[in-house]
């Protein structure tokens, strides 16, 4: 029988209907010819070895969730992707900091310059307390120098500011509210920053996901994880950029010899949700204890690596194990690292 219900228009104002496959193959026919190729060119992480793995780096509409327990550089890692990614590509990036303040990461950014990660051995960079007692001291003398006068001093700090040169306008940072700063206040700055450089690609970064408030109270942790996650694939998908964020552990996950995306508070969301998940582990603590036993020398060494562990990629193959060095007092990871070669705990290696 045939529905003969009135149309309400209103149902459909300002809602995207369904179109003929026709009209997307014109429209995206026009794209490519007019050189818009942002759906093609993905942002590279600066981690030559998993960029190969995810086709590229990030791409726009993608949700990529980082994961590790406390203390093993996610917040380092995060700002470095952001970094390299401001620094090499066309994108703007946002870094939204719930942990953080503008200025700590602006030094832990300094810090990071002031080496060359893929270097080893001893380099005499600029380390945050050599930075801290620096300002201090210097203002003794000099009562009215100001932050550059005493970068101006440090020998370390002379190669920060020309690598900085090529991001200072490109990366946002910002100390973002756990009361004020909601999925709709983040959804404004985005299209805010959108507005100020039109056509540039853009790179979201949340620090961390289960630190965004909502404007009301949920049931549970799961619940609130839920409505944040599905919020911003929507600012993902809906602005056409890339959303990176890192995730809290619950506390089995922290009590778990080798922590899973199944560990991430919200886990079963999150893993619906996402476009790849990235989970950290300290090497040392994962390896066979085979490789430890028989090689406690070596296994001293690992204590400085981490493993990333790909266990979701909508982009070609998972579950692969990477790993890179920790730079940990300037801030940074060497981007040089590779496959991991030892078997660790509860996993096979798997390797090409």
């Known amino acids: 029988m045939k529905d003969t219900t009135p149309l309400d228009g209103n149902l459909l104002k300002d809602i995207p209907l369904p179109r003929p496959l026709k009209e997307i193959l014109v429209e995206t026919d026009r794209k490519v010819a007019s050189g818009d190729l942002g759906s093609y060119t993905p942002l590279p992480t600066g981690f030559r070895e998993l960029d190969e793995i995810i086709g590229g780096g990030f791409k726009r509409g993608e949700l990529i969730l980082l994961g590790g327990a406390q203390g093993l550089g996610k917040t380092i890692w995060a700002l470095q992707v952001a970094r390299n990614v401001a620094a090499h590509t066309p994108a703007i990036v946002v870094y939204l900091s719930y942990e ?129 996650v599905e919020g911003l694939k929507n600012i993902a998908l809906a602005h056409g950029i890339s959303v990176l964020s890192i995730v809290a552990a619950d506390r089995e996950g922290l009590k778990a010899p080798r922590l899973h995306l199944r560990h991430l508070r919200g886990s079963s969301a999150l893993d619906y949700e996402c476009d790849i998940a990235i989970i950290m582990n300290q090497k040392w603590k994962i390896l066979s204890k085979k490789h430890i036993t028989f090689n406690i020398q070596q296994a001293e060494k690992w204590k400085s690596w981490v493993v990333f562990s790909i266990e979701k990629n909508r982009s070609g193959r998972a579950e692969i194990d990477l790993e890179f060095e920790l730079r940990a007092e300037y801030f940074c990871f060497n981007p040089h690292g590779g496959i991991v070669e030892q078997t660790l705990i509860d996993e096979k290696v798997i390797a090409e």
């Open 100 to 228: 953080h303040d503008e200025e700590h990461m602006m030094c832990r950014l300094l810090a990071m310059e002031s080496i060359d990660p893929t270097v080893d051995g001893l380099q005499r960079g600029l380390r945050l307390r050599d930075l801290n007692r620096a300002i201090i001291a210097y203002r003794q003398r000099n009562p009215k120098a100001g932050f550059f006068d005493v970068l101006r001093s440090l020998p370390q700090a002379a190669p920060c500011f020309d690598k900085m040169q090529l991001y200072l306008n490109k990366l946002y940072l910002l100390k973002a509210s756990p009361q004020k700063t909601t999925l709709p206040v983040v959804q404004a700055m985005v299209q805010h920053i959108q507005q100020q450089h039109s056509g540039a690609p853009l790179l979201l970064v949340v620090d961390y996901l289960q630190k965004i408030p909502l404007p009301y109270l949920t049931e549970n942790e799961a619940e609130k994880v839920t409505i944040v």
